[in-house]
C-alpha cells in the first residue's frame, strides 16, 4: 500500500509539473499574441495614416485641375449698352452647351436610335442553328465537352 501511495505522490508531482510548465507556455503565448496585435495595429495605423497623406494628395491634385479648368475661357467681343440697344441684336455666344442646338440633335438622336432597333441583328453563335439539328441540353453540351 505505500508503494502505490508513493506513486501517487510521484504521479501529483508529475502533474502539478506538467500544468506549470503548460502554464508557462499559454502565458508565453498570450504575451506572443498581445505582441503581434499590437504590432498588427500600429502597421494598420501606418497605412491608414499613408493612405490619408497620399488621399490628401490626390485631392489636392484634383482641385489644381478643377481649378485650371476653367482658365481657358473663349474671348467674346465685348458689348457695350448702346450695341444691344440700336441696330441689330447681338450674336448669341454659347459658353459651354447650346441648348438650342442639343434640342434639336435630340430628334436626330431619337431617329438613330429607332432605326438601330429596327434593324436586325447578327447572331451569335449560340444562337444559330446548324443545319436541321435540334439545340442541346446543358447536359448533352457539358457530357459533350467532357469528351463523353
Request: proline share 5%; net charge negative.
Amino acid at each position: 500500500m505505500r508503494k502505490l501511495l508513493q506513486q501517487l505522490e510521484e504521479m501529483h508531482i508529475r502533474i502539478a509539473e506538467t500544468a506549470t510548465q503548460e502554464e508557462a507556455l499559454v502565458k508565453a503565448l498570450s504575451e506572443a499574441l498581445a505582441r503581434l496585435d499590437e504590432q498588427l495595429l500600429a502597421d494598420v495605423q501606418t497605412i491608414a495614416s499613408e493612405h490619408e497623406v497620399r488621399r490628401t494628395a490626390i485631392l489636392g491634385e484634383l482641385q489644381n485641375l478643377a481649378s485650371g479648368i476653367g482658365m481657358f475661357q473663349v474671348s467674346r467681343p465685348a458689348l457695350t449698352a448702346r450695341d444691344g440697344i440700336e441696330g441689330e441684336p447681338a450674336a448669341y455666344i454659347p459658353s459651354a452647351g447650346d441648348w438650342r442646338e442639343a434640342t434639336s440633335n435630340i430628334g436626330e438622336e431619337i431617329d438613330a436610335q429607332q432605326a438601330a432597333a429596327a434593324a436586325p441583328r447578327p447572331l451569335f453563335p449560340h444562337e444559330q442553328w446548324r443545319g436541321n439539328s435540334v439545340p442541346f441540353s446543358l447536359a448533352e453540351r457539358r457530357r459533350r465537352a467532357s469528351g463523353g
